[in-house]
């Protein structure tokens, strides 16, 4: 068998249970992956030839032409899988899983992961005081903007799950809605009160006044721009249009604000606040822990600036007496 036709095979079998995006993900990256072993053995390359070195050596050519880290990170996640799938399948049972992963994770350790960029708490309040305080557009896109902001900040949401949600999805009750999110799996999404409150309203000016069974597929944030009873979906780049151009009427031009900035924020505010790595792993949707334990070193280095400027008066009114 030749190595194009395994890859086929594996997306095929991917393609069940993964998103597509993710899907499209791994065949670019088992595509590159394929074009550099090639490169390498010009010969028409069988499945038999393939090592566990020869995804050592792509690991380090992508760090040799200064790939991205998450670049880096989703192809070596990929090609992995991969590796596990030919193994499972019984096509290359010699495969060394174990020992693969443990060299995989050498290499990743001289390559500490880096810090998520997180606003600061000013910086997210402004936004949400310019979607409150945004009179330069029409009342009904300033309560809908109102409400994606309150719910990136409250919730943790991520901008796909967001722009997926209806209003069956909700729960007044518990003021909680259940989202579809990375590989079609679904988990609970809590709102604060304000952030209720502001889809409560939104949805209340829209004309939407009931939550029964025939609104159950509705979109819960829609477009208003287009003079149609249709109710229709914001996409992800117009959530993400929507936060920057907030950013910048709320003059933070340097800020790089996006949507998955709040998600960064919420986390890092939720570790520092409760220290609970459990649960805010379950808030965020993240399968590894390893994932959210990347917001306690965030978190950390925050006391610790805080900490600093605390004490940083009375320090210099200690070294002032001692010079005297």
Not at 7 to 17: A, K, T
Not at 150 to 166: F, K, N, Q
Not at 185 to 214: C, H, M, N, P
């Amino acid at each position: 068998m030749l190595l194009t036709d395994a890859i086929d095979s594996f997306l095929r079998d991917l393609d069940v249970g993964r998103s597509p995006a993710t899907v499209r993900t791994y065949r670019v990256a088992l595509r590159r992956f394929a074009e550099y072993r090639l490169a390498r053995t010009p010969e028409r390359l069988s499945l038999e030839a393939i090592t566990a070195d020869d995804l050592l050596d792509f690991t380090r050519h992508l760090s040799r032409a200064r790939s991205p880290r998450t670049t880096i990170e989703t192809y070596t996640t990929a090609i992995s899988r991969f590796y596990a799938f030919l193994v499972r399948e019984g096509l290359r049972t010699d495969l060394p899983l174990e020992t693969l992963q443990l060299r995989l994770a050498a290499l990743r350790g001289k390559r500490r992961r880096a810090l998520p960029r997180v606003p600061s708490d000013e910086v997210i309040d402004r936004i949400v005081l310019q979607a409150r305080g945004d009179t330069g557009t029409s009342p009904l896109i300033r309560m809908r903007n109102i409400a994606i902001v309150e719910t990136l900040r409250g919730s943790g949401i991520r901008v796909a799950e967001l722009v997926g949600l209806r209003r069956g999805d909700l729960d007044r009750s518990r003021r909680s809605a259940i989202v579809t999110g990375k590989g079609e799996k679904q988990r609970l999404v809590l709102f604060t009160d304000s952030a209720w409150i502001a889809i409560e309203e939104y949805v209340a000016a829209r004309g939407d006044t009931s939550f029964g069974r025939g609104l159950a597929h509705v979109p819960l944030f829609s477009r208003h721009d287009r003079a149609t009873p249709r109710v229709s979906p914001l996409s992800t780049n117009a959530i993400r249009a929507i936060v920057w151009g907030l950013a910048q009427d709320a003059g933070l031009m340097d800020a790089a604000l996006t949507p998955h900035r709040f998600r960064a924020w919420f986390a890092t505010h939720l570790v520092a606040a409760t220290g609970d790595l459990a649960a805010v792993q379950d808030l965020l949707g993240h399968e590894s822990a390893d994932t959210t334990r990347v917001y306690t070193r965030v978190a950390a280095t925050r006391l610790r600036e805080i900490h600093a400027r605390a004490f940083a008066s009375n320090d210099s009114k200690l070294q002032s007496a001692n010079v005297g």
